[in-house]
């Protein structure tokens, strides 16, 4: 069966710090990929996905970036962190295109003071 | 019109009882849509997808009203444990684009 893992479950992080968050999937090959930011008393937000390694789809402009290395690898990066990326941020990965069926990660729940 | 609207609630409904909400959507050229369950400080999980004819799973049915362009949960005998958040998704295939409601709190009471 197909398990989802985000690291860390949650970070603190002062303002203009790096971040790196890491999403991995097990149990599929060549799934689609997604990072979403949910932010306090709003909806989930995409941010990025990926179809395949190295291919990247960015929704909406900001100062994060997104990275797949690997098939099953999804990395997001911010080089400055701003307080309004606090947020819960969840990965997720699909089986085919963007209107099949997404299963979510655990999320990483970050705090930047 | 927002692209995906949904009442915030909360839904207070006592143990036992049927409780309905909607999500409309403003894009005619969606094609797929899902609702999703969201516990506090969780991620979301698929709770059902919603097809052209209706669907049931248990105690949860879901319908599809294009013409309207809403689609509905409707949970009978709710139980304490269906206290969550509901999240409706809209999908169009066209643009690929991805659309989540900002859900709906829904507190089953003892």
């Known amino acids: 069966s197909q398990t989802i893992h985000q690291w860390p479950a949650t970070l603190v992080q002062p303002v203009g710090s790096p971040l790196s968050l890491e999403c991995t999937v097990e149990g599929t090959s060549n799934p689609n990929l997604y990072w979403y930011r949910q932010a306090a008393g709003r909806g989930l937000q995409l941010l990025f996905y990926s179809v395949g390694i190295g291919q990247i789809s960015s929704e909406v402009p900001q100062n994060l970036s997104a990275s797949r290395p690997q098939d099953r690898q999804f990395i997001l990066s911010s080089k400055k962190l701003l307080l309004s990326d606090s947020g819960f941020y969840l990965c997720?990965?699909?089986?085919?295109?963007?209107?099949?069926?997404?299963?979510f990660g655990p999320g990483t729940r970050l705090t930047v003071l | 019109r927002k692209e995906v609207e949904q009442d915030p609630g909360p839904f207070n409904v006592p143990e036992g009882a049927t409780v309905a909400f909607n999500c409309t959507y403003s894009?005619?050229?969606?094609?797929?849509f899902f609702w999703y369950r969201q516990d506090c400080r969780k991620e979301p999980k698929l709770l059902m997808s919603v097809y052209s004819s209706g669907n049931e799973d248990g105690r949860f049915t879901a319908q599809l009203n294009r013409a309207s362009q809403y689609i509905s949960l409707l949970i009978r005998d709710s139980k304490l444990s269906d206290s969550a958040t509901y999240l409706c998704?809209?999908?169009?295939?066209?643009?690929?684009?991805?659309?989540f409601g900002k859900g709906t709190r829904l507190h089953i009471l003892p």
């Open positions: 894009n005619s050229a969606s094609q797929s």
């Open positions: 998704v809209v999908k169009s295939s066209g643009d690929d684009k991805i659309i």
């Open positions: 997720a990965w699909s089986v085919d295109g963007l209107t099949d069926t997404q299963y």
